[in-house]
Structure formats: structure tokens, C-alpha cells
């Protein structure tokens, strides 16, 4: 990297959002379509093997997540009925 480059990335990094111009509501709205179409082209559809295997993922920690709720109840059911008789 040459000296000149660092010093337009530290100039890009400084500069405030108040310096530069302000876009007009249109011009906003604009851009943040523009910006949900550039993240969508990013969006990478999975395979069904990954599929599967995502939804074999989510399974298991769900049911291991009722597990330890059901547990906390119990516990907390069993605390209650000896502290309120």
C-alpha cells in the first residue's frame, strides 16, 4: 500500500456524515432499494442436503431447549408447592 493510499482510506474513515451532502427523500428511498436488490443477489439458496441437515439442526435444539424448560418447570413447580404448602 502506498503512503497516498493510506492517507485516502483515513481521509474516507474521517470524514463525518455531516460533510457530506444530504439526499433528498426520493434519492434515500432509491438507494435503499438499490441496497435490498444488492443484498439479495448475495442470498445463496441451500441444497437439499443442507436443508435437510438445517432442519435436523433446528429440530433437535428445539427439543432439547423444551427439555430443559420442562425441567426448570418441574423444579420450579416443586420449590413452589414446598414453599406454599
Not at 460533510?19 to 434515500?28: I, Q
Not at 431447549?65 to 406454599?84: E, H, N, S, T, W
Request: no cysteine.
Amino acid at each position: 500500500m502506498r503512503v497516498s493510499d493510506a492517507s485516502t482510506q483515513a481521509g474516507d474513515a474521517s470524514r463525518s456524515p455531516k460533510s457530506e451532502k444530504k439526499l433528498g427523500l426520493v434519492a434515500r428511498i432509491k438507494l435503499f432499494f438499490r441496497q435490498i436488490i444488492g443484498e439479495m443477489k448475495k442470498v445463496v439458496t441451500p441444497t437439499r442436503k443442507e436443508l435437510g441437515t438445517l432442519f435436523v439442526t433446528v429440530i433437535v435444539f428445539v427439543l432439547i431447549i423444551m427439555a430443559f424448560v420442562g425441567l426448570l418447570d418441574v423444579v420450579f413447580a416443586r420449590l413452589a408447592f414446598l414453599i406454599f404448602g
